[in-house]
């Protein structure tokens, strides 16, 4: 038997933290003295100790490893390594684009001094709107179930013998964001207005295009709210995107182009 201090030199890692293991049982002593309540473990449990470390390397939570090491099936612990590699995958590619975009911004600041600058980057026009047949999909959902519902929408295109006309975009109806549920609706436009879910009215709106991942459309909505509110209009609808270059284009990130239109009248 090792005793605690033993095994945390052997294994890396803090007496506290085998001590909280113990407390949530993560990884329990295999003996613990009654008079002195010394903590010993096993050399066995030196493997159960690394692979816990590795799973929080993967960035696995406590009660997920938990969950893992009680797992017995092979296909849903498969699922779970899988699930995890996708999750770090994604969170590269935020960090990539985070980096990306600080690079540019520190470059902006340093030409021109004002941190703020790039706020002020938006063109915004007044443009009248036409009509635009749709096929929709509107229910609550989170912005990374997208791909998802699109695939629905186009799956209905052969099997209603619509043509798409390139419009792709997304409407957004809640008072407030949620990243994780919104109300949106997804829409496809097509050329047949006799098979379309909707037409989607004409109208004035305040228009911009904002270039860069969508993690950022916040700020071409931030300046087209300043603008509108500056100029004397209101809004008149809810506002939608619509993207005209994306990463189906076989572009980066910071190539996609996504034009924001919120619906306006005149106070």
């Known amino acids: 038997m090792l005793s605690i201090g033993e095994f945390s030199k052997i294994c890396q890692v803090t007496v506290k933290t085998l001590r909280h293991y113990d407390r949530i049982g993560l990884l329990k002593p295999i003996q613990?003295?009654?008079?002195?309540?010394?903590?010993?473990?096993?050399?066995?449990q030196m493997e159960q100790m690394l692979l816990i470390q590795r799973l929080k390397r993967y960035g696995f939570s406590l009660e997920e490893i938990q969950v893992i090491l009680h797992c017995t099936e092979k296909g849903a612990l498969l699922s779970k390594m899988q699930q995890q590699k996708?999750?770090?995958?994604?969170?590269?590619?935020?960090?990539?684009?985070?980096?990306?975009?600080?690079?540019?911004?520190?470059?902006n600041y340093e030409r021109t001094g004002d941190l703020m600058d790039y706020q002020k980057g938006y063109n915004i026009e007044l443009k009248d709107v036409p009509a635009r047949n749709v096929i929709a999909?509107?229910?609550?959902?989170?912005?990374?179930?997208?791909?998802?519902?699109y695939s629905t929408l186009y799956e209905r295109v052969p099997k209603e013998r619509v043509t798409p006309n390139?419009?792709?975009?997304?409407?957004?109806?809640?008072?407030?964001?949620?990243?994780?549920?919104s109300d949106i609706e997804l829409i496809v436009g097509v050329r047949e207005k006799d098979k379309a879910d909707k037409v989607m009215e004409s109208g004035l709106c305040a228009v911009t295009?904002?270039?860069?991942?969508?993690?950022?459309?916040?700020?071409?909505?931030?300046?087209?709210?300043?603008?509108?509110?500056?100029?004397?209009?209101?809004?008149?609808?809810?506002?939608?995107?619509?993207?005209?270059?994306?990463?189906?284009?076989?572009?980066?990130?910071?190539?996609?182009?996504?034009?924001?239109?919120f619906p306006v009248r005149k106070k």
């Not at 995958?89 to 470059?107: D, T, V």
């Not at 931030?222 to 100029?231: D, M, P, R």
């Open 166 to 181: 390139g419009l792709v975009g997304a409407v957004y109806y809640d008072k407030e964001f949620d990243h994780k549920c």
């Open 209 to 261: 295009t904002h270039k860069g991942p969508y993690s950022s459309l916040g700020e071409a909505y931030a300046a087209l709210v300043e603008w509108i509110a500056e100029n004397g209009y209101e809004w008149n609808g809810a506002p939608y995107d619509i993207y005209t270059k994306t990463q189906f284009d076989s572009l980066s990130p910071e190539d996609w182009e996504t034009e924001v239109y």
């Open 137 to 149: 999909c509107r229910q609550k959902m989170g912005v990374d179930e997208f791909g998802k519902y």
């Open 86 to 107: 996708e999750k770090l995958r994604q969170q590269k590619s935020n960090l990539e684009l985070a980096i990306g975009e600080l690079s540019a911004h520190l470059q």
């Open 32 to 44: 613990v003295d009654e008079m002195t309540g010394y903590r010993y473990y096993s050399r066995k």
